[in-house]
């Protein structure tokens, strides 16, 4: 019996792909090349500690503190760095952009996928896909309807099309009616496509 | 080189579909995928630009089929095996068959975990002052290398302005072709929608790219 059901586990449900990849870390592992615990770690890193969770602290205490807003703006990879205590340690070459009434900023990588990783983790599905690449630079308002965002005719949209290896993060506009509001508050509005230029934050009254 | 991994511009790829509360990973052998690109780096058989172009030179069929992490396993595997660090027989055998050649350090641990997860430095010493700054009205050339280059097709041959300098940064065309990291200086060059996409374009859109040095002339 037990022997019957090793052989399942064996891999009788495993893909074509789980197959090649696990067959890969094996050779890694037996030349000495990385210990697979390690690579245990750096999926437990991406999926549990390195997300746009980070990415919110920063812009709400942007949105707090007019001091660290200004340093954010001048220096994002300095003033990030600041706050590494809470978020962690964050690479060179990070770069805050900021809405105003007047601009909305986008972020896309026409070429790959280039995207802020220290601030907001891996990029989603649709930030790699083909139809963001290809639109994002040419119709980017035809693709903020892809996400259900509207802006006025009279808003400039700027887009920043990552092709080197600066990285950069939006800061979106904070929403009315969050006068007095804790950082710890203000991040629960703040969603990652508000931070990659494809959404707005949470209205107060979807948090409530 | 003028790939199907351009792709700004392009039509007919439909809409955007994001997809709520999406994973981080679909499968579990994408994290482990992701996990071994981190790792491997340590050993500096690559450079991130490297990584890039070999993904550019995958056929455009499996470029345009494959799924993301499928395009890094690839990639990787293909790497691994050009650079001498595994063998093709090996990935047949799915097992080691002989020891690893010149291995220049002990195998990636839990120690080093650290330092793939924090983005590096591209920036290096300037070897030239800057021939642009901002405010600067340039010209994008009109170059079609064979090779990888990160000025992309639709903003080639186009005019725009220098917003700000990054300072000098690892030179992706060069360092990919063999010819060291050729550190150019980096800027962000803005042009309006209408200069790229002609007169029917939203007269209110602007777009930058990062350009190097060597793609841009004075107007």
């Known amino acids: 019996m037990a022997e019957h059901d090793h ?3 064996g891999g009788s449900n495993l893909s074509e792909m789980e197959l090649r990849v696990r067959a890969l870390e094996t050779i890694l592992a037996e030349k000495g090349y990385i210990e697979s615990a390690a690579l245990d770690r750096i999926v437990e890193l991406y999926e549990t500690k390195i997300g746009p969770h980070i990415g919110a602290q920063v812009i709400a205490k942007a949105w707090s503190d007019p001091g660290f807003r200004q340093a954010l703006l001048d220096d994002a990879s300095q003033a990030v ?6 978020v962690g ?5 990070l770069i805050a952009v900021e809405n105003t009434p ?7 990588c026409t070429l790959c996928s280039c995207y802020p990783t220290d601030v907001l983790g891996l990029p989603p599905t ?26 006025p005719v009279e808003t400039e949209i700027r887009v920043w099309d990552s092709t080197a290896e600066t990285r950069y993060l939006v800061v979106p506009m904070r929403p009315a009616g969050t006068e007095g509001w804790s950082e710890v508050q203000l991040a629960a509005l703040i969603t990652r496509d508000s931070m990659i230029g494809t959404g707005l934050p949470k209205k107060p009254s979807e948090v409530a | 080189m003028d790939g199907v991994h351009d792709m ?9 579909e994001p997809e709520a509360n999406e994973p981080v990973f679909h499968h579990r052998w994408e994290g482990r995928v992701l996990a071994m690109s981190r790792a491997i780096g340590v050993f500096r058989a690559w450079t991130i630009d490297t990584s890039r172009y070999a993904i550019e030179l995958m056929a455009p069929s499996i470029y345009l089929t494959g799924s993301y992490y499928e395009k890094w396993f690839l990639r990787n595997q293909n790497l691994l095996v050009e650079r001498g660090l595994i063998d093709a027989d090996e990935v047949a055998a799915g097992h080691a068959l002989r020891p690893a050649k010149n291995l220049t350090r002990g195998p990636f641990t839990l120690a080093d975990v650290e330092k793939v997860t924090k983005r ?7 070897p030239a002052p800057a021939r642009f700054k901002a405010g600067d009205r340039v010209r994008t050339k009109n170059i079609h290398p064979t090779t990888h280059t990160r000025l992309p097709r639709y903003a080639r041959g186009r005019v725009g302005v220098v917003e700000r300098s990054h300072g000098a940064h690892i030179f992706p065309d060069s360092v990919t072709t063999g010819k060291g990291e050729d550190p150019q200086w980096l800027y962000t060059v803005r042009f309006d929608a209408q200069e790229l996409w002609g007169a029917e374009a939203d007269p209110k859109l602007k777009v930058s790219i990062e350009a190097f040095e060597p793609y841009l002339e004075h107007v």
Do not use: C, I
């Not at chain 1, 340690?89 to 070459?93: A, F, I, L, S």
């Open chain 1, 7 to 9: 052989d399942h586990s």
């Open chain 1, 126 to 151: 649709w930030y790699k896909s083909f139809a963001y690449r290809s639109r994002a630079v040419k119709e980017p308002r035809a693709v903020l309807a892809d996400f259900g965002v509207a802006l």
């Open chain 1, 81 to 86: 760095a600041t706050l590494a205590p809470q």
């Open chain 1, 102 to 108: 007047e601009v909305h900023n986008m972020v896309v």
């Open chain 2, 120 to 126: 590096g430095s591209y920036s290096r010493p300037a």
């Open chain 1, 89 to 93: 340690n964050v690479g060179e070459h």
């Open chain 2, 8 to 16: 700004g511009g392009m039509d007919g790829f439909g809409k955007v």
